[in-house]
């Protein structure tokens, strides 16, 4: 019995050392990924609440796989946000953003895209060198850029993460806090990180409805956006009670399945011809 345990327990082994050859870390899997040009682009359109006109997208990475699978950035962007890869990885949805939309924005000066960046991004100056290299002989303009910087995770490094948002608005960029009202900066952080736009979270949106008086998170949020001088986006906005609220609250601008899911580039691209944008 003891020769059969072990036969057995060698085979188990055998088996498992296989599979871990087979399957590589989650770090190389990306690496993979960004070799072959999987991550790819989506772009959820914004609409300006005042106008009901088109005013931009943000960028939305997805991951195409091989057999066609479209994968999420739940799937994988936390993995590319700890280990660095992140930078490569937004670095190549900059070139591919400007390959799909140059020459629909070369036209359009006033139209925006937003890309996300993360906690990584503010650490050094690689960012400010990228956008700086990617976007200054571009069809589309750094002035036409949006870089957002999530709340969720802390910025440690204040000083540098103020001098890179310094350098990003130099080159022309406009500058987003992302996730407003769910993390750690606060809002004094507003203030001294000198930020241009705030982007306020869908979990404060999700709860609006026809008899809503107030939404006190969303009402201190646009409220000393406007007494800083900055303009709010709300996101994830599904109902027309809705845009009724935030239009009447002081939002500038709005996205959210009520208007469009992140759509492939042709779909995009279809929608800014047809909605006649700014
Ligand atoms: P986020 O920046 O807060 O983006 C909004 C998320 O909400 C997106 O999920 C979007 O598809 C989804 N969404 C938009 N409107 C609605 C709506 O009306 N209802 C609902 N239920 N959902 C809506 P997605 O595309 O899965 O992205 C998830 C998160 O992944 C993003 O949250 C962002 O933090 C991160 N992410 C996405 N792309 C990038 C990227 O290129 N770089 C980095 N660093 N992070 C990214
Ligand atoms: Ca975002
Ligand atoms: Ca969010
Ligand atoms: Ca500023």
Same mark, same amino acid.
């Given at each position: ?12 082994? #055998?088996?498992?050392?296989?599979? =871990? ?14 070799? /072959?040009?999987?991550?790819? !682009? ?8 005042? *106008? ?15 057999? #066609? ?69 571009? !069809? ?9 910087? *999530?709340?969720?995770? !802390? ?10 948002? /310094? ?12 996730? =407003?009202? *769910? ?10 990180? #000198? ?14 409805? /026809? ?27 599904? *109902? ?9 609250? #002081? ?12 759509? !492939? ?8 011809? /047809?909605?006649?944008?700014?």
């Amino acid at each position: 019995a003891l020769v059969a345990m072990s036969i057995f327990a060698s085979i188990v082994l #055998g088996v498992a050392v296989f599979i =871990a050859r087979q399957r590589p870390s989650a770090s190389d899997d990306i690496s993979q990924g960004l070799r /072959a040009g999987e991550f790819i !682009p989506y772009y959820q359109p914004v609409i300006n609440l005042n *106008t009901g006109r088109l005013e931009g997208c943000e960028v939305l990475v997805r991951r195409r796989r091989r057999d #066609g699978t479209i994968q999420s950035p739940a799937a994988f962007i936390a993995q590319a946000e700890a280990d660095g890869q992140i930078v490569p990885l937004t670095r190549q949805l900059m070139r591919l953003t400007i390959d799909d939309l140059g020459a629909c924005y070369a036209r359009r000066r006033g139209m925006s895209v937003a890309f996300n960046l993360c906690a990584h991004h503010f650490t050094n100056d690689q960012i400010v060198r990228d956008v700086e290299a990617i976007f200054a002989e571009s !069809p589309i303009s750094p002035s036409q850029l949006i870089l957002e910087v *999530t709340e969720r995770f !802390p910025l440690d490094d204040t000083a540098t993460a103020v001098r890179v948002i /310094a350098d990003l608005q130099a080159v022309g960029a406009k500058v987003a806090l992302d996730d =407003a009202g *769910t993390g750690h900066s606060g809002l004094a952080m507003l203030h001294r990180l #000198g930020m241009d736009i705030v982007k306020i979270d869908k979990l404060f949106i999700d709860p609006i409805q /026809a008899d809503t008086k107030n939404a006190p998170i969303v009402d201190s949020l646009v409220d000393l956006a406007k007494k800083l001088g900055m303009s709010v986006i709300a996101e994830g906005v599904e *109902t027309l009670d809705q845009v009724n609220y935030l239009r009447s609250h #002081g939002v500038d601008s709005a996205q959210g399945y009520l208007f469009a899911p992140p759509l !492939p580039a042709a779909s995009y691209i279809a929608l800014v011809e /047809a909605m006649g944008s700014v």
